[in-house]
């Protein structure tokens, strides 16, 4: 299940939803992020997407997770619009029988979630604003990820 809202999200209430009388699952993982403020000047991040194509590349990571890893159930939430520090952006859920393909799967989508979905950030500060730029770490991060 995936969602791209500019609302804001419940983490206890999208858990309490995922696994309502599930009982094959024996491990729940989640993610969340927020908006950090690396320089105390931060305004507010802007987070755009190019709706549709976001939304179909997230099912295909949230897929391939399934595929990779007997997940029972799995969510990705997150958030486009002006958002403040401090602020909910991206929540990742896995759910599984056992903890080890939860952890691993949750991180996978977040990886590929960093790299491949196609988001884009603008930091606003007093002086302006800048596009965030794609860090070296995400894709390396990413690359163990890929099949061989």
Do not use: C
């Not at 997407?49 to 179909?56: A, C, D, V």
């Not at 949230?62 to 997940?71: D, F, I, K, N, S």
């Not at 903890?99 to 991180?107: P, V």
């Amino acid at each position: 299940m995936i969602r791209v809202q500019t609302e804001d999200f419940d983490i206890g209430a999208e858990v309490a939803a995922l696994s309502k009388d599930r009982h094959d699952i024996g491990a729940v993982v989640t993610f969340s992020g927020t908006v950090r403020d690396k320089t105390g000047d931060l305004l507010a991040l802007e987070l755009e997407h190019y709706p549709g194509m976001t939304e179909k590349e997230l099912v295909r990571i949230e897929r391939e997770a399934q595929e990779r890893w007997p997940l029972e159930a799995s969510l990705i939430v997150h958030r486009v619009g002006r958002l403040a520090p401090g602020e909910n952006i991206v929540l990742v859920v896995t759910a599984s029988a056992h903890r080890q393909a939860a952890f691993e799967a949750a991180e996978f989508l977040m990886d590929y979630l960093k790299t491949r979905a196609p988001f884009w950030k603008r930091e606003e500060t007093a002086s302006g604003g800048d596009w965030v730029d794609a860090r070296d770490s995400d894709d390396t991060a990413a690359a163990r990820w890929t099949k061989k």
